[in-house]
């Protein structure tokens, strides 16, 4: 049964470039309308130097150079969850750019789980009024002539979202390449059996789907990779090709999970990425502090 929410146009091929960060393994993306210059920014990266507490801009840097470069207007700059493993640039690249924020409707359950978690005040908005636009499943937005899809794909996270441009699927955390599988289920409000139904949805896209991963840690000790089909998961995943039910894939995730540690940069990720990139407000004297939650993970 085909459960999207859309009808998928695969004539459209918009181009991508690809920015990958070693620090984080993580991939940010730009994706730009074929037939005109309007792009959009996908999982961009702030560089932390956790140890000393500084905060750069390299990695977004490059993100800008390559669009001024080619005479490119930002449209949009997506989230496609709230990131545990690194800080989102966003807002310091709509600083420079423009474009809307946008991100899952679900921010507000995570606002609401790590509010508490880092013990944010009653000034902390948990309405998701930090970002331009909360989608929501089914949800579409336009990047210069192409429509963009917008697909509920919890599991991971309740916010995640995969955007489906044409013939190009940008699938954050939920599905990695072949060789690797799955992401973790295990952060709160992460749920296996989700996960398994989200990527089995993203599997009902047309097998030429270009498919582009948030993460990838080089498994076996291959070449990073980030690009790959539909055709080619549903064929090859170790974790969730055709032929895996549901129930052995949560076996074998929750039994996985369990032997995982906390992402290295999970603390000031998620403080800064639920609040759409920004930093914590500052103190009396302009000063900007990250909170440890003892135990609290």
């Known amino acids: ?76 700059l997506i989230e496609t969850h709230v990131h545990a493993d690194h800080l989102s640039a966003a807002p310091y690249i709509q600083s420079r750019l423009g474009g809307k924020l946008g991100i899952g409707e679900n921010i507000t359950i995570v606002q609401n789980t790590f509010g508490k978690v880092f013990n944010e005040g009653t000034e902390f908005q948990r309405d998701g009024s930090q970002f331009d636009r909360l989608f929501r499943d089914g949800d579409s937005y336009t990047i210069g002539t192409m429509v963009a899809h917008v697909m509920h794909t919890p599991g991971h996270t309740p916010a995640c979202m995969t ?100 992402p290295r940069l999970i603390i000031p990720s998620l403080q800064v990425n639920m609040r759409g990139g920004q930093l914590p407000p500052t103190d009396k004297d302009g000063n900007v502090f990250l909170k440890v939650p003892v135990n609290g993970l």
Not at 26 to 45: E, K, N, Q
Not at 47 to 62: E, N, Q, V
Request: aromatic share 10%.
């Open 1 to 76: 049964m085909n459960t999207l929410p859309f009808v998928t146009d695969t004539s459209v091929k918009p181009e991508v470039l690809s920015f990958f960060d070693p620090a984080t393994n993580t991939i940010s993306y730009v994706v730009r309308d074929p037939d005109s210059s309007a792009c959009a920014v996908i999982d961009s990266v702030m560089d932390i130097d956790y140890a000393a507490g500084r905060i750069t801009y390299t990695s977004a840097d490059a993100i800008i150079d390559a669009i001024k470069q080619r005479g490119w207007t930002v449209e949009w």
């Open 163 to 262: 955007h489906v441009v044409g013939d190009a699927a940008f699938v954050g955390d939920t599905l990695f390449m072949p060789d690797a599988g799955s992401a973790r289920a295990d952060f709160p409000g992460g749920d296996a059996r989700q996960l398994y139904r989200s990527m089995r949805r993203i599997m009902e896209l047309p097998g030429e789907t270009r498919l582009f991963m948030c993460h990838d840690y080089g498994p076996n000790g291959r070449n990073i990779q980030w690009e790959t089909s539909v055709a080619d998961e549903r064929e090859h995943n170790v974790h969730v090709r055709d032929g895996i039910d549901e129930d052995t894939f949560v076996r074998m995730r929750e039994a996985r999970d369990a032997t995982l540690a906390m």
